[in-house]
């Protein structure tokens, strides 16, 4: 036979729906301290909660990270309700008098050595077994039976104790006892519902919970524990459902049920002495007094464009900085108090207590220092980035969801719209001339782009050259001759013999050529992917080597023995990737392809590498072609963007062009 399971209300009222699911219909709610059985087959996770069905509908144990908890497992006293009643006597004192059966719930008092109470009701909960009195719940000792504190007595008490202060030098069996010292005690509050004019309240079965609204159902945004003493807005009495609730300054909070068989606050008189600052336990709310002014003590605090923590962020105030706020601006949301000012929102301080972010201030603002997020420290605006991490997307808007016109490679570098930093959908971007682009997520310390002082990448036409090609791809101490890129003497030489192998790159030279007639090895120079392999072709016979490096595609032409690589294969600087066609060919074309432009592949090689090309083959006049009537083009660096042609309808330029 299946055990039965109960559980305990904790953090109540508690909703109780038609169906597991925040989505269902409510269809009542479970007061704090409510034991219910439920069926014990019935867990369901849904919506992020662990739900049991019961006598009366659906509710949720808490969240299923279990970082929340509404009910907490309880086993019942098998004592009926008629039976006869249990004493026991404090035998290990002092005892916790707490409001739920568990030794986390909130602490009422104490019970000393020598006191006997009367057991309503019995639990288990969290390793005890605990009594239910007049005052609270008790621990009578550990369900293991390691500790007794409290032992059945056949003496009924001469008077039902009253709960004890705790003190805060002696702990207590079941609980530490607090080590702050107990809230200022108000004044003996009244026993029945408070009228309307009521301006004082004691928190007398706590904890109370503050919510946004004078509903069960609102948002939850704090609690008042045991022993407090709020001032509530005057008139503000508002019957809701079964609960009558009053505002005060940190939100809503119920006095109790509207025919009073609950009440969790008395009216009371104002306290005799005004708490001190260090006694968070009671909250007075001020008189209304226009605030002005609020001191950052404890920033920077962000500026906001609307009073919600979601909303994006558009700066920071300082430490110490004195800001002037519109008076009547004053807005609780999700926990926290905001204010407006010149620059948006704010928050002065959590709900429920903790150390305030600003404090009023009777000083009038110099200028607030808030922090640009769209300038350097020197002052200057943020204009260049290099991708540090991709490749990311261009998209038409600064959202995930718009058009995407295309991407930035690692290494590549870029010009944004000065100020145009935009928070969206959990990121930052940034416009710039082909579109926007992400800079990092929102709230992460990894980014994609990181912010330079200037360009060192040249950019041509929109062209990045990035210096990806650390190795020559052969040896240049096996390389005899070179043809550059361009306007070359050898791409005019087979023009004028009637030769149009260069129609593909406009009639002039679409590569750089390493040439030797030894048969030695060549390697891809850089890092990159695999495209393709492709043999025995008469473009580049007889073999070529497509790769994917950055932005680019590089061509390896006129290999022998290509390395059989598959597609997607990642390759090296150092990684092999054929040989020399000693003999035949005798040289290797490397070329570099940026979309439908052939670029040269000097550009894109680092310095040294550079150098060590233009040094040893520095005699231009005899590389590049010049004539009475064509004079430019003249040198390594000075060549044109080419355009892949379309078989047929070539767009021939340079010396040769109609």
Known sequence: MTDRLFYQVIDGPLSVRNIPGTTGARVGELPNGKIIEVDAASRVSVDG??????????????????????????????????????????????????????ATSAKLGELPNGTVIEA????????????????????????????????????????TPAPVAPSPSTPSPAAPAPSTPAPVTPSTPTSALAPAGTRFFLVTDGPVSVREKPEAAAKKVGELPNGVTIKVVENSRTVSGQFIYWQHADGWSAEGRSDASQVFMSATSAPAVTPAPQTPQVIIEPEKELVHYFLVTDGPVTVRKAPDPASEKVGEIANGAVIEVIPESRSINAGFVYWQHSRGWSAERRLGGGSPFMTPTAEPPPPAPIQDLTILPDGTPIRFFEVIEGPISIRSEPTLTAARLGQFNVGEQF??????????????????????????????????????????????????????VVQHPVALSDVQWVQYYGNTTFAQKLRSEGKFWYNYCQSLHGGFDYGTSKPVPIVAGLEGTVIDVNYNKATYSPNYLRVKSGPYIIIYGHMARPTNFNAGDKISPSTVVGFIDAGNQNHLHFEVRFGLKIINPLEIMIEDRQREITSRFKDYPTHFYKSAAWTSWLNPYDQPILNLQNTGSEVIIGPHAR
């Open 415 to 468: 010009e944004v719209v000065q100020r145009s930093r935009t928070e969206s959908e959990g990121y930052v971007w940034w416009q710039h001339s082909k579109g926007w682009s992400p800079e990092r997520k929102l709230g992460s310390n990894s980014a994609y782009l990181n912010v330079i002082p200037k360009l060192t990448h040249k950019i041509v036409d929109g062209i990045p050259y990035l210096p990806l």
């Open 120 to 159: 309503i009701e019995s639990a288990s909960g969290g390793g005890f077994a605990w009594a239910h009195h007049a005052a609270g719940w008790s621990a009578i000792g550990k369900v293991d039976g390691t500790a007794d504190f409290m032992r059945l007595t056949a003496t009924p008490p001469a008077v």
């Open 49 to 102: 909660f662990v739900w049991w069905k019961h006598a009366t509908g659906w509710s949720a144990e808490g969240s299923d990270n279990h970082k929340t908890i509404f009910m907490a497992s309880v086993t019942p006293s098998t004592t009926s309700p008629d039976a006869e009643s249990h004493f026991y006597q404090v035998v290990n004192g002092p005892v916790s008098i707490r409001t739920t059966p568990d």
